[in-house]
């Protein structure tokens, strides 16, 4: 019991007994405060371990013994090295019963099923550290000294986290199985890419990025809109690579057929986001969506643009390449 203990408060998933406890097994609530208390839990499990592998010597060899005492005496072996032989028959015996019974048999079942077995025992197992409180209690504090004196520092819980790699590893074995369909291979793959790539490794860079000047008229940079297939173009200032804002199309169809040869009004140009070049996508796109706006200038520390990023362009990490009307037209 106190070896499948051990080895399910170690193995339990903390969302999967949260899952349980939400669902309403019985023993998903109290499992989930014994892994928050690990050290003292386990404390309590070796003491457990501990004192059921000397009960079961004291107890097993004796028995083993009397079992076995006819077969040896009656084999003809003299009396003293019979007695002797019956002794280490015996407890050769016991051990493999304390292995079997005690070790690997409880070992195995945790492993096997590390929730439910700690969501059965846990009952039990906090009653016995309850008991035993006052030596649990002093078995942890010198545990925690000597873990101390190691340079590391006791922890209270297992925090279960699987990496990027995992994940991966995870969604290929599951599509190779059959069980992800090639699209949602992808579409998990890149939503995994979405939180270790940063900004910088997607964007436009300057020098490619279409932009209209500020000094343009409204005729000019309809004609640019038209020709580049964009809807949303950055606005430039004149005679610099600095960007002002960005301009929709949709908003210079509210403008007067009068103004067409002027320049673009001020009101009209909106506000760029701006983000870092570290900023990872996941957060780029989260911000593009808090602040509703499709198209971000990536500066640097020194405030020098870098180039643009679109929220098309973070989805097609997420979904693949993304071709609109305009891309079939410009192709």
Excluded: C
């Amino acid at each position: 019991v106190f070896v499948a203990v051990e080895f399910a408060l170690l193995a339990s998933s903390d969302v999967r007994l949260e899952s349980d406890a939400e669902e309403g097994r019985h023993g998903a609530a109290r499992a989930l405060i014994a892994r928050t208390d690990l050290r003292r839990q386990l404390s309590g499990a070796q003491l457990g371990i501990t004192a059921s592998s000397v009960a079961l010597g004291v107890l097993a060899e004796p028995a083993i013994g009397r079992l076995i005492e006819p077969l040896i005496y009656g084999s003809g072996i003299p009396t003293g090295v019979a007695s002797t032989t019956s002794l280490v028959v015996a407890l050769g015996l016991a051990a493999i019963v304390q292995m079997l019974l005690g070790e690997l048999v409880p070992k195995n079942v945790a492993i096997a099923d590390p929730e439910r077995t700690l969501r059965t025992l846990v009952g039990p197992h906090g009653a016995f550290v309850l008991m035993l409180r006052p030596a649990i209690w002093l078995l942890d504090r010198l545990v925690g000294l000597i873990v101390r004196a190691t340079g590391r520092t006791p922890v209270d819980r297992i925090e279960h986290e699987t990496g990027v790699k995992e994940l991966a590893v995870m969604f290929d074995a599951s599509w190779q199985a059959g069980l992800l369909e090639s699209f949602e291979r992808e579409l998990l793959a890149g939503a995994l890419d979405l939180g270790t790539r940063p900004a910088e490794s997607v964007m436009i860079p300057r020098g490619r990025v279409v932009t209209v000047d500020r000094r343009m008229t409204l005729a000019e940079v309809e004609r640019v809109i038209v020709e580049s297939g964009h809807s949303r173009l950055p606005v430039a200032a004149s005679g610099s690579d600095d960007l002002l804002g960005v301009l929709l199309a949709k908003d210079l169809l509210r403008l007067p057929v009068e103004a067409q040869g002027e320049p673009v009004p001020l009101e009209v140009i909106r506000q760029m986001l701006v983000v870092p070049p570290t900023l990872l996508l996941e957060d780029v796109l989260l911000r593009m969506k808090d602040e509703r706006n499709h198209l971000a200038v990536v500066r640097d520390d020194a405030d020098h643009t870098l180039g643009v990023l679109t929220m098309e362009d973070v989805l097609e990490e997420l979904v693949g390449e993304i071709n609109d009307e305009t891309d079939t037209l410009r192709a």
